[in-house]
């Protein structure tokens, strides 16, 4: 029996030091010397800060800036372990809120989304991007509608002509990859950035 159990054994070991240890170590490598930027997490900095990362989205509340997807992603309730909190874009508990087309609360929670939005610019219809949550909860982009269905708001809290708010989303909208690929989008934390950088100059 000992016969049999043995070559198991080293085989386990073996494909755990391949698959476990070197392959990944070897893929760590080779990203780090081709996309340097990527395999560090994509840091976004300013002035020797780091603001963020243009993979995973933050939450802007101020009507000066451009407001992101909502998002479903929780913690723990620091009062009740067993309970969860929301805490939007956390990057540890990834995930969307399971809420199908039938729950209430989903429904309730989009319905009133859309309410304040369609209040904060009535003449422009809300786009979906703008209510619902993406499978993640981290999406750091927006469609170049939901950017510019905020542009009244961003350009008046800031007291800035649209025009100007408009071209910054613009200059901010990266187009499908390869031409091909994906839909076109606006990294939400790029854009604050430029609008930030703008008001400077």
């Given amino acids: 029996m000992l016969r049999e159990i043995r070559p198991a054994i080293l085989v386990l070991l073996l494909l755990t ?7 990944p170590l070897a893929i760590t490598e080779i990203a780090g010397a081709i996309f340097p930027r990527q395999a560090q997490g994509s840091l976004i900095e300013r002035d020797g800060k780091v603001v963020g990362s243009a993979l995973i989205g933050q939450e802007f509340k101020d009507d000066k800036y451009f407001h992101g997807r909502p ?57 979906v991007d703008l209510v619902t949550t ?11 509608e939901g950017a510019l269905f905020q542009v009244p708001r961003v350009a008046k809290a800031r ?11 613009a200059d901010n909208t990266a187009g499908r990859l390869a031409g091909l690929f994906g839909e076109p989008r606006v990294n939400v ?13």
């Fill in 17 to 23: 030091l391949i698959t476990g240890l070197a392959y």
């Fill in 71 to 127: 998002s479903a992603t929780t913690a723990p309730d620091p009062a009740d372990s067993s309970k969860t909190v929301p805490a939007p874009y956390n990057a540890a508990n990834s995930g969307g809120s399971n809420l199908g087309p039938t729950s209430k609360a989903l429904a309730d929670r989009i319905k009133e989304d859309v309410d304040k939005l369609k209040a904060e610019n009535p003449r422009a219809n809300v786009t």
């Fill in 134 to 144: 993406s499978g993640s909860g981290l999406d750091p982009d927006i469609s170049p």
């Fill in 159 to 169: 007291n800035i002509p649209e025009n100007r708010v408009r071209q910054l989303v």
């Fill in 189 to 201: 934390l790029a854009l604050n950035l430029a609008l930030d950088a703008a008001a400077r100059n």
